[in-house]
């Protein structure tokens, strides 16, 4: 199979140069920004990043001043795009960067994959982008390509399978080498995508694909457990003007979040106001109920939001006017959509 792995340089680059797609981070080799566009684009979809993107370096344009940056800040930037502990992990690697290398991006290896938050991929994706080193930025979509292009049933989360791909790809790696690793990423992202039937017919690679007459069927992967599931219910608290929140805890889920308050639990009408006079609500009125799903990773939260009134402002939480929950305070998705059905029932 080597000689497929030689033949990729010679075919996929002139592909790329003539089908790139224009992306805002691909405007130029600055690290800090190959670096945060490939965090933002873990497990986040290319159109969902590009606003983020930009209103981010907008706010913290340098490195200094992502180290500076106040949490509250930080995550209202990234509100809505989930897994939080992303960008505090930014946070800790510029201030890595500002204290062991005076600000400076690192541009070896091996340094740049002992910051917080930087996995081999994101190391290899910014050495070979930003530095032009043979630096493979193996993800799923890579794996899946070489799956199909080799025919290989190996599932493909398996860690030899990912070993033994990034050590032919680095093999194989041309003098390009930054262009060369997002081409093989923008053919996984386009035309041998995920979750549908490959273009083979579009595909530059076609006539060396072993795999092509049954793309559909790789990549195989190992069977997952399913996720667990959990009820809870949310308490949406208004007093005047003002909703009731609360900070998560530093640690966990969502950490250091805001919320609306919560109990574990499926609970209704009469049953769900005596769980919130418990939370230490005075409730005046239930106003309606709506039912929800958030899914992380292992988990699904099967949620239902209850909107009442209350009649005393509890010193226990914060509350906020509506303004300012979106204008300051970071809600993450699972709880923001409760704040979003305010502006429906408005409507």
């Not at 009649?311 to 305070?329: F, G, N």
Request: hydrophobic content about 40%; proline content about 7%.
């Amino acid at each position: 199979m080597d000689e497929i792995y030689r033949a990729l340089p010679g075919t996929l680059l002139p592909w790329y140069h003539l089908n790139h797609r224009q992306l805002p981070w691909r405007g130029d080799k600055e690290p800090y920004h190959i670096w945060l566009s490939e965090i933002m684009l873990q497990q986040t979809r290319v159109e969902a990043v590009r606003g983020y993107y930009t209103r981010f370096l907008d706010a913290l344009p340098t490195i200094e001043m992502l180290a500076d940056a106040d949490d509250e800040l930080l995550h209202k930037l990234w509100e809505g795009l989930g897994y939080y502990s992303r960008v505090r992990n930014l946070k800790k690697a510029a201030n890595v960067i500002m204290r062991d290398y005076d600000g400076v991006f690192p541009r070896v290896y091996d340094n740049v994959l002992s910051l917080p938050g930087i996995g081999p991929y994101t190391a290899g994706a910014i050495c070979s982008i930003a530095f032009g080193q043979p630096t493979p930025a193996v993800d799923g979509n890579v794996l899946r390509v070489i799956s199909r292009l080799t025919d290989d049933d190996t599932p493909t989360d398996t860690p030899h399978f990912r070993k033994n791909v990034e050590r032919k790809l680095a093999s194989a790696y041309p003098k390009e080498a930054g262009d060369f690793t997002q081409a093989l990423m923008e053919l996984g992202a386009t035309v041998c995508g995920p979750n549908r039937a490959p273009d083979c017919t579009a595909c530059p690679c076609k006539a060396f694909c072993k795999g092509k007459h049954r793309a559909i069927e790789l990549p195989k992967r190992t069977p997952k457990r399913p996720k667990r599931e959990e009820e809870r219910t949310v308490f949406v608290v208004a007093c005047g003007d003002r909703y009731a929140l609360t900070k998560r805890p530093e640690k966990g889920l969502l950490a250091g979040l805001w919320q609306f308050p919560d109990a574990i639990g499926a609970f209704t009408g009469q049953k769900a106001i005596d769980v919130a006079g418990e939370l230490g609500f005075r409730v005046s009125n239930l106003l309606f109920e709506v039912e929800k799903t958030h899914i992380f990773t292992h988990i699904v939260w099967k949620m239902r939001g209850i909107y009442l009134q209350a009649s005393a402002l509890r010193p226990e939480y914060t509350w906020l006017t509506m303004e300012e929950i979106r204008d300051s305070a970071a809600l993450p998705t699972a709880y923001r959509q409760f704040f979003e059905e305010i502006f429906e029932e408005i409507r």
